[in-house]
């Protein structure tokens, strides 16, 4: 009997994973594709930021520039990076930039149960709007991906300064 329901079981796998049979129907009309344009490079967070006590929000406060980033192969991406920085303040705004441009600002938040840091940005720059924060020490947060609304994976080191980087 072991034999007949193992057969059985082997024969409705065979089957199942068959592949399909070639259509029969007229393969001869011509598709029509339409070319997709990308608009936005990079989500943008909707909603507002949750309040945070401000004890909490102290230690991530500050200017931060976008030391060195991993997880990225091609240099072109990682040049993206280059002269960034963020303006992380009290209240929960943010401005941020490259060098000495202010190209950015929006509303931010910490969740310090889960380590999650969310940006909500005025405009679209392509950064990512969610980061899981491994630390801060004094001047020193490493920015991790793999994270909902964030599956990218990259890492970036951010340094602490007193003013935005020069070139």
């Not at 991993?70 to 705004?93: C, E, H, N, V």
Request: hydrophobic content about 30%; charged content about 20%.
């Amino acid at each position: 009997m072991k034999k007949y329901c193992l057969f059985f079981i082997s024969l409705t796998f065979l089957v199942a994973c068959a592949p399909d049979s070639p259509s029969t129907t007229n393969s001869n009309t011509a598709s029509v594709t339409t070319p997709i344009t990308a608009v936005a490079t990079g989500p943008i967070q909707t909603g507002e930021p949750v309040k945070v006590d401000p004890d909490l929000l102290s230690p991530h406060v500050g200017i931060w520039h976008y030391e060195s980033i991993a997880g990225i192969k091609d240099a072109k991406s990682r040049d993206f990076y280059a002269g960034r920085w963020i303006d992380l303040k009290g209240d929960q705004t943010f401005t941020s930039g490259i060098w000495q441009d202010q190209t950015n600002s929006g509303k931010w938040d910490f969740d310090p149960e889960t380590q999650l840091i969310n940006f909500f940005y005025d405009k679209n720059e392509g950064l990512d709007i969610q980061y899981k924060l491994n630390g801060p020490s004094n001047e020193i947060t490493i920015y991790l991906g793999n994270t909902p609304k964030n599956p990218k994976g990259i890492q970036i080191k951010m340094v602490r300064y007193p003013d935005r980087p020069t070139e």
